[in-house]
């Protein structure tokens, strides 16, 4: 994962000597970051969290009446069978990992998803 890529309080996997410790970045600087309760990490031990139908609906989205969709807090969430992929409706962009959909979110929203069902 690249630093540009994240930003502090996205959800990640800290992957070291074959044990996955999944955590909330809590700060960066140009070569580590915080993860959780005091791990400091390099870049290149993280991995991204797949996002999947499971993960939206902790973290509050619930089924749109067109029964293809997820309503997350105003953004409507389709998935694209043929790439196995969901993405954001109205942008068309595209979200495979959590840190994406949290990224996009502020973007759009100027706010924080709601991550308080990780702790």
Same mark, same amino acid.
């Given at each position: 994962m690249k630093p540009q890529d994240l930003r502090i309080g996205n959800l990640v996997i800290l992957?070291?000597?074959?044990?996955?410790?999944? =955590?909330?970045?809590? $700060?960066? *600087?140009?070569?580590? @970051?915080?993860? =959780?309760?005091?791990?400091?990490?390099?870049y290149m031990d993280l991995e991204p969290i797949i996002i999947n139908e499971e993960l939206l609906m902790k973290l509050g989205a619930t089924k749109f009446p067109d029964g293809q969709s997820l309503l997350l807090n105003n953004r409507l969430i =389709?998935?694209?069978?043929? $790439?196995?992929?969901?993405?954001?409706?109205? *942008?068309?962009?595209?979200?495979?990992?959590?840190?994406?959909?949290?990224n996009l979110?502020?973007?759009? *929203? =100027?706010?924080? @998803?709601?991550v308080s069902f990780w702790e």
């Open positions: 992957s070291v000597a074959n044990v996955n410790h999944y =955590g909330q970045i809590h $700060s960066l *600087t140009p070569s580590r @970051l915080l993860i =959780g309760d005091g791990i400091k990490c390099d =389709g998935y694209r069978q043929c $790439s196995n992929v969901f993405y954001d409706k109205s *942008t068309g962009i595209n979200i495979q990992f959590v840190h994406q959909l949290q979110y502020y973007e759009l *929203t =100027g706010e924080e @998803l709601d």
